[in-house]
């Protein structure tokens, strides 16, 4: 039967198939290893790392036969899964995701490499379960069922969860299962949506013989039609974006996240900062964004003072942490505080901007994260007492710490500030949010992220040398060197000619945007809806 | 005639073997040709099933109740799909059986046929057809499970378990007669074709009807073990030998969730169409539904403060209860399906996390706490993985068998128009979730304490069957499903 049921699969898909390699390569590996004998812990490294960068050259290929012009999904791939539900394994690219997918690719043999030394007991495990992630988080970037979505959305959570738990540091229980519960919350709340969603679109609206649908290319098209009544839809919206808020995190569900950052092992944290809180705000843009636009206009506010606050919350208490990991995890809330504001603009700027923030957070915050876990696999403490003047004894480390700093603060010619600067241009632009504050307190966060990561940065590498423990660091070697110069050259990249990667996007987004907008308004008699756009309508 | 022989040929090769065991076992003590010929016989059932079902064709001959037994019981496919999950259940607890009676009691024949008798007596629950064969299912099962709860004569606790189930189970069972008895008074039969057929006429008293009903449903809701019945199953559960509980709590379940399916399915669901008896109806099935809703959050409520295993993993069976009523409650095909699905995958979830737990105990549930259990995957690492899934599954985390059947559930109750209770199942789950995680956080994160020294053999067989099948049915459900919805026709 299984058997059947790949056979089945391979069939439908002979041209495309570098997506199913992308989301099946890093499985087939971790299924590999799991013959492995558990003492040959180089095999594990290298084959993990093999499997990973191969991973990342075809979705390289995913890169170049995109086609820019197009904004709807491409490399389509359907299988029948459960006929009986219309459940089926259909996944897809667009420009949204395409970028995402590769951001997935390429932090993942980062981690790989990192973990070599920052792993030092239960090796099997581990490679096998980081593969095992790699495959679910890139199977929700693609997967383009509803309910296919979901069981991704359950499956990464399992492998993050040992990883809190079994390599992380003291308090690690404790965050583990903090995560745990608080990512479950969310999701099942969203599996009560999609539920319902299927059973209205398919049994109700559409009359199929399945009395179910979770076809998400279906589902937006019929729901662009208005079928659901405005105070329906607006908790299938929250059902949806409680959720992901959690995920992303928005402020005040973020509480997760210092705890699982700071006790993850240094792969699990730029996992956890690289990829796996954008499945939050990806989830945002395709689903609650492209599903229910209606709601999305009503709640953009909401959830913009939310991301606002969040920016600002993030920054504060970022600068009085005296715990280095734990600055950086708070630096997450804030500069994704930028993103949900960049995505609820529901501009092109906004959402472009959000877009390339993504995965700029990905990049610096990952090598922040990164620089830390070098500081402390020599010395083990993150306390930013504990150091000072670190720059006489690791020159090297200090230029690479001080990109991604100037990244993270937002520095022109590097990522961070393309993104940060095309999301607050949203925020300013947007009809949805009619209002300038958004832009003028959100751009104060950018300022507290300079106070605060450079005064960390001085603490930590300028200044004499007082401990006389740092006296004898080692400079980063020749592995550090290898994961730590790719993440340089993106960043710089994105930050000099940024329009590379927002080609990719630039229609899809358009596309998403411009649905929200056409979308004529049902019959509601609320008035807030009503307002909202009239007001639209003034702008134009 | 020759179909008649096909249709009971399952039952009849298990009757048979238990006469013969009985008697065997009188003459000749041999433990070897119990064992064996047990589950030679449970085996054979299962695939003459099998064949059974392929013969008689049943898409396109759904009944055949009416060839023999003159309406006494029904052959349809659904009940046979039940059989199927019985006779595993049966394989599987004499499987793991006999290296647990040897390490903690010493082995005796009369276990195997036990647990075939109460086999037995689930195949006469789900093809029966009338109200007594239903009640002598239901007897024969129970009467076989008070002994098997009472096994180990010298542990107290075991005993205890015994002595409860059997008082607690009996005064259900009056229930459940005075039930048939009022709605056989109200009308005029106990065929379940006839009730419905009176029902739909409108040919019957209303409030005896209904008080039978109910009656009928409380009996049912005890051998569940749905709230505020469920008092005796964890004491129970975590009294009897682990292998029994780990029998009861799936495969008795399961029958008893197939004895309130058919009532509901031919008492209830014809009363919908009638003016006179809507409200009744309504308000049935919203206590159904209100009992359900309790049933889970109260299981999982005090599941959350175990610190025994076994007395987690029968608090946690009874919001198993809960989930299943879900489908009752919804009361369509879907819900049905539904139930067909869970109780397959509950049996190999339940009953895996319980033979794990019997391979490491000693005499008197020794090696049962959540403490025993740190650092278990240090030593263990296959055996505590395979927990792990079991316990995922038990919290419905997908890809496992449990997170499928969780779903058609709430996908049931949604469609009936149940949201409210969806979202009590959710948030249950939830809660659930933290002590399912709690056992994972005490084998893997935890330091490793004295270990428990796991058996292994025959039993371990038996969590690999469940270990696969709870995988397998995770990855490809659609086959169950198909196959369950052309067996309801």
Redo the contacts between chains.
């Keep these: 039967?299984?058997v059947a049921?790949f056979l089945k699969f391979v069939e439908l898909n002979e041209t495309d198939m570098e997506l199913l390699l992308t989301l099946f390569l890093p499985l087939i590996g971790a299924l590999l290893l799991l013959f492995v004998n558990r003492n040959n812990i180089k095999t594990f490294k290298y084959f993990s790392l093999a499997v990973s960068l191969l991973t990342f050259l075809v979705s390289l290929l995913l890169l170049i036969k995109f086609d820019f012009a197009n904004p709807e999904f491409q490399f389509l791939t359907e299988a029948v899964?459960?006929?009986?539900?219309d459940l089926g394994f259909r996944v897809g690219i667009d420009g949204i995701s395409i970028l995402l997918v590769l951001l997935t690719t390429f932090i993942s043999p980062i981690t790989i490499l990192s973990s070599f030394s920052a792993i030092e007991k239960r090796e099997k495990?581990y490679y096998v379960l980081l593969l095992f992630l790699q495959f679910a988080m890139t199977g929700v970037f693609v997967a383009l069922d509803l309910f296919l979505f979901?069981?991704f959305w359950?499956?990464v959570?399992?492998p993050m969860?040992?990883i809190i738990?079994?390599w992380g540091g003291k308090n690690?229980?404790y965050a583990?299962?903090k995560f745990?519960?608080y990512t479950?919350?969310g999701s099942?709340?969203m599996?009560?949506a999609i539920?319902?969603l299927g059973?209205y679109v398919g049994?109700n609206i559409l009359k199929m013989p399945s009395?179910?649908t979770s076809n998400f290319i279906l589902i937006r098209q019929i729901l662009s039609q208005n079928v659901i009544p405005f105070e329906i839809e607006r908790w299938l919206f929250l059902a949806f974006a409680l959720s992901f808020c959690i995920k992303v995190p928005l402020f005040p569900l973020h509480t997760w996240l210092p705890d699982a950052h700071t006790e993850a092992p240094t792969p699990g944290s730029v996992i956890l900062a690289g990829i796996l809180l954008k499945l939050g705000t990806y989830g945002l843009i395709r689903f609650n964004i492209e599903l229910f636009t209606n709601s999305a206009i009503y709640y953009a506010p909401y959830i913009s003072v939310l991301a606002v606050i969040g920016i600002v919350y993030g920054a504060l208490v970022s600068a009085v942490q005296t715990d280095v990991k734990r600055l950086v995890a708070f630096s997450s809330v804030s500069h994704l505080g930028f993103v949900v504001l960049g995505i609820f603009s529901i501009t092109v700027e906004g959402m472009q901007g959000a877009l390339i923030q993504m995965v700029n957070h990905g990049l610096s915050t990952g090598m922040l994260f990164l620089a830390v876990g070098i500081l402390y696999e020599r010395r083990h403490t993150r306390e930013i007492a504990e150091y000072g003047g670190i720059a006489r004894v690791m020159p090297a480390f200090t230029v690479f710490f001080g990109v991604a700093m100037l990244a993270s603060v937002g520095l022109p010619g590097l990522n961070g500030f393309v993104g940060e600067f095309l999301s607050l241009l949203g925020a300013f632009k947007s009809p949805v949010l009619n209002s300038y504050w958004y832009t003028i307190i959100g751009a104060t966060g950018v300022i507290f992220a300079a106070v605060y990561l450079l005064t960390m940065f001085q603490k930590v590498v300028f200044g004499p040398l007082t401990n006389p423990a740092n006296h004898t660091l080692k400079d980063i070697n020749r592995r550090e060197w290898a994961y730590l110069v790719p993440i340089v050259i993106m960043m710089v990249w994105i930050g000099v000619y940024p329009k590379f990667f927002l080609n990719y996007s630039e229609p899809t987004v358009k596309n998403v945007v411009n649905r929200v907008y056409q979308q004529k308004f049902p019959t509601q008699t609320n008035i807030d809806v009503l307002k909202i756009s009239t007001k639209i309508g003034e702008k134009k | 005639m020759v179909e008649e022989i096909y249709l009971l040929l399952p039952m009849i090769i298990l009757s048979v073997a238990i006469i013969v065991f009985l008697v065997v076992d009188g003459i000749w003590k041999n433990k070897t040709v119990n064992f064996w010929g047990s589950i030679i016989s449970l085996l054979l059932s299962f695939i003459v099933t099998f064949w059974s079902m392929q013969y008689l064709d049943f898409a396109h001959n759904p009944d055949y109740s009416k060839f023999i037994t003159k309406g006494f019981l029904a052959f349809n496919g659904f009940s046979y799909y039940f059989d199927l999950i019985f006779f595993f259940a049966g394989i599987l607890t004499i499987l793991a059986s006999r290296d647990y009676q040897r390490a903690n009691y010493k082995e005796l024949n009369e276990f195997y046929t036990l647990v075939l008798i109460s086999t037995f007596g689930m195949t006469i629950i789900s093809h029966s057809n009338n109200l007594l064969a239903l009640f002598l299912g239901i007897e024969t099962m129970s009467l076989s499970f008070y002994v098997l709860a009472g096994f180990f004569r010298k542990s107290q606790q075991s005993v205890e378990a015994g002595i409860k189930y059997f008082l607690l189970g009996a005064f259900a069972t009056g229930f459940l007669v005075y039930g048939i008895a009022f709605v056989y008074g109200a009308t005029k039969s106990i065929d379940f074709s006839s009730i419905a057929l009176a029902v739909q006429s409108g040919n019957f008293t209303s409030i005896y009807l209904a008080i039978g009903i109910g009656l009928i449903f409380i009996g049912l809701s005890f051998k569940v073990a749905a709230f505020p019945f469920h008092q005796w199953a964890p004491d129970v559960y975590t009294g009897a030998p682990t292998t029994v509980s780990a029998f009861m709590s799936t495969a008795g379940k399961a029958s008893a969730i197939f004895a309130l399916f058919l009532v509901a399915k031919s008492i209830l669901l014809p009363m919908h169409g009638l003016e006179a008896t809507l409200k009744t109806v309504a308000n049935i099935q919203t206590i159904l539904a209100v009992i359900s809703a309790l049933t889970m959050l109260v299981g999982n409520f005090i599941a959350l403060v175990q610190k025994d295993v076994k007395r987690m993993l029968a608090y946690s069976s009874v919001a198993h209860a809960g989930y299943l009523l879900m489908g009752i409650v919804a009361n369509n095909p879907e819900g049905w399906n539904a139930i067909g699905f869970y109780a397959l995958a509950y049996l190999f979830m339940q009953f895996g996390a319980f033979t794990i737990l019997s391979l490491g105990e000693k005499e008197d549930n020794k090696f049962n706490t959540i403490e025993d259990y740190y650092g278990f995957s240090k030593k263990h690492p296959f055996l505590a993985g395979t927990m792990s899934v079991f316990m995922l599954s038990l919290a419905g985390i997908p890809p496992f068998a449990g997170f499928f059947g969780k779903y058609f559930l709430f996908l049931s109750a949604i469609k009936a128009g149940y949201l409210w209770l969806t979202i009590i199942a959710v948030i249950s789950s939830i809660i659930s979730m933290y002590y399912y995680i709690g056992l994972i956080l005490a084998m893997y994160f935890k330091e490793q304490k004295e270990g428990i020294e796991p058996r292994f053999g025959l039993p371990f067989v038996a969590v690999l069957f469940c270990l696969f099948a709870t995988i397998l049915f995770g990855l490809i459900p659609q086959y169950v499903i198909d196959f369950t919805y052309l067996l309801l026709g």
Excluded at chain 1, 81 to 85: A, L, S
């Design positions: 039967m299984v049921f899964w459960i006929e009986k539900f495990e979901y069981i359950e499956l959570l399992i969860y040992f738990g079994l690690r229980i583990s299962v745990f519960i479950v919350v099942l709340f599996l009560v539920v319902w059973l049994g009395g179910f």
